[in-house]
Each structure stands twice: as C-alpha cells, then as structure tokens.
C-alpha cells in the first residue's frame, strides 16, 4: 500500500534562511501531491501542490520538487519568516478506481524559525 | 478555513456515551472527509463522501459512522464513545477537477475530543 512519509520530524531554521523540508511516497502509481502547512491549533492549509507529470512548481516563496525516479518530494520555503513556523505534511493522491482518489498523509515535519 | 466549519471545538466525554461532530461548509464542494488526527500518526482518513449518496469507508472506520445530510453537512458519530477516540478530528471538503486529478482539500478547524 501507499506510504508517504517525511525524512525529519524536526527542522530549526534561521531566520531569512533558505528551509528545505523533504518526503518519500512508497507508491509509484502516486499521481498528485500536495504539501499542506498546520499551525498549533488549525487546521492544514493548502499551500502548494505538483502533478505527476512536473518535476518543479513555484508558488510565492514556496516551491515544490519532484523526482518520481527516487519517489521524492520537497518543499523548499525561501527567505524563512516566523509566520512559517508549524507542521509541514506532505501528502500522495493514488486512483483507486471508479472515479475514487485516496489522500495518504505524512506524519509531518515541524518546523521553527529561530529569530 | 473559514468556510469549513466544525462544531463542536472541544468536547469532554465520558466512556460509552454517544457523540455526534458537525460540519458544514460553504464551498460548495460535493466531496467530504473526517480525519483523526494523533500525536506522531498525522492525519488518518475515517470516512469520506463523494455527493450525498455516497459514503465510503476510509482506513480507520471501525466504531464511527457518519451521515451526509445535505451537500454542505457531513456529521461524525461516536456510538459509544470510548478513551483511544480521544484525537483531534477534522472535517475537510474537496472539488473533483476535470481530470479527476485534482484532489486538494480543504480543511476545518479541527474539533478536540477526549474520551474519559
């Protein structure tokens, strides 16, 4: 079955610091990812997805990168601000038939920027 | 999220009795979830519901179960509460994209349950 998984349960980044938070899916079938950002006390918020057919997406300060032939993906956070501070979870979307996608979650990786 | 919302934010309960968590969002989305969320287990899918009609069992359903009353309503039911219930639940909704693909979902603020 599908595992996604985060290499780091922890990363202490200075501020204005480049951070790179990475994951490994176990599924090749895997076809769309999505990295989601929870704060103490909410819920995760989308912040940047990838298709199985990109390597790299950028969104603001953020970007994603894709390697299907080592099953990796990371999340790269430019200039890391305080307000980046939370749990970063990754996660897989498989097809699992009849129009049904299932959402495999990482167990996330918490990040604190150090003034 | 503001547009997901779950009630209640915190619940304190007792072993055996029944619990009901709401809700409701204004996307306008048709695809809905509940997840538990455990310390050092991220998030793990109870049930999830493509449109009204339909409701599909996720990894860990055992000793839920959920009702989708409207395409806005999604409710989680403990039928007898008992102590490892104890997690942070999440309500979350979905748009199918036009290949199916795009699955991002969108989440709640999350409700605190502790099963005593």
């Known amino acids: 079955g599908e595992s996604v998984g985060l290499h780091l349960p922890t990363l202490s980044v200075q501020e204005g610091d480049n951070s790179i938070i990475n994951c490994a899916y176990s599924?090749?079938?895997?076809?769309?990812f999505i990295w989601y950002k929870q704060e103490s006390g909410k819920g995760p918020q989308f912040i940047i997805d990838i298709r199985s057919n990109m390597d790299k997406r950028q969104g603001q300060r953020v970007t994603v990168l894709l390697n299907k032939t080592v099953k990796h993906l990371s999340l790269q956070i430019a200039a890391t601000q305080p307000g980046d501070s939370a749990v970063y979870f990754c996660?897989?979307?498989?097809?699992?038939?009849?129009?049904?996608?299932?959402?495999?979650f990482g167990k996330g990786t918490k990040l604190s920027v150090i003034p | 999220d503001a547009d997901v919302t779950q009630t209640p934010r915190n619940r304190i309960t007792k072993t055996g009795k029944r619990i009901m968590l709401e809700c409701s969002q204004t996307?306008?989305?048709?695809?809905m979830y509940w997840y538990r969320q455990d310390p050092g287990l991220g998030l793990r899918l109870i049930y999830y519901s493509f449109d009204v009609k339909d409701i599909n069992k996720g990894e860990i359903s055992d000793g839920y179960s959920v009702s989708r009353q409207a395409q806005a309503k999604f409710s989680l039911s403990l039928e007898s509460a008992i102590p490892n219930q104890t997690a942070l639940y999440f309500c979350?909704?979905?748009?199918?994209?036009?290949?199916?693909?795009?699955?991002?979902?969108?989440f709640g603020p999350g409700t605190r349950l502790t099963v005593l």
């Open positions: 996307k306008g989305h048709d695809r």
């Open positions: 599924n090749s079938a895997s076809d769309y």
């Open positions: 979350a909704t979905s748009e199918a994209g036009l290949a199916g693909v795009e699955d991002t979902q969108y």
């Open positions: 996660a897989g979307s498989t097809y699992s038939g009849a129009g049904s996608y299932q959402l495999t």
